[in-house]
């Protein structure tokens, strides 16, 4: 049997969410440029925490313009977030709990400003 860890791969930090648009058909709009720094990819699976009221949301990434700063919470989602909250998007990665050196893991942390810009990549 191979035992598999869930680690996180990405995560942008305190983003500002710039919509909600319930009629939308789901997932969660991220400017192109965030999705880079945080390695994520469109269309791929994320956790968004709403810093603002403590709600989660499993959804996937869309890609938005590449500098727009867009943060945009589409679908049912939007029951959960609003304009002007603070988020946290976090991608995770499966790896082989037998991975060498996996203890050294280290996701890709992209914090933003307050214009949801990369501020620094740690």
């Known amino acids: 049997m191979v035992i598999q860890r869930t680690l996180l791969s990405g995560k942008i930090h305190r983003v500002t969410i ?6 939308y ?6 400017d192109t440029d965030l999705l880079h720094a945080a390695g994520i990819l469109p ?6 925490a709403n810093v603002t009221n403590g709600n989660r949301l499993e959804t ?3 890609a938005g313009a590449a ?4 943060c945009q919470i589409n679908g049912a989602g939007a029951h959960q977030f609003q304009r002007g909250d603070l988020a ?12 060498p050196d996996l203890d050294r893991w280290a996701p890709r ?9 990369v501020a620094k990549i740690v």
Do not use: C, W
Request: aromatic share 4%.
């Open 67 to 70: 500098g727009s700063g867009i």
């Open 25 to 30: 058909n789901g997932s969660i709009t991220i």
């Open 60 to 62: 996937y990434a869309l």
């Open 109 to 117: 942390v992209v914090l933003v400003d307050k214009d949801n810009r």
């Open 88 to 99: 946290i998007v976090m991608a995770f990665v499966q790896a082989d709990a037998e991975t």
């Open 18 to 23: 710039t919509d909600a648009d319930l009629d």
């Open 43 to 48: 269309h791929e699976r994320v956790l968004v």
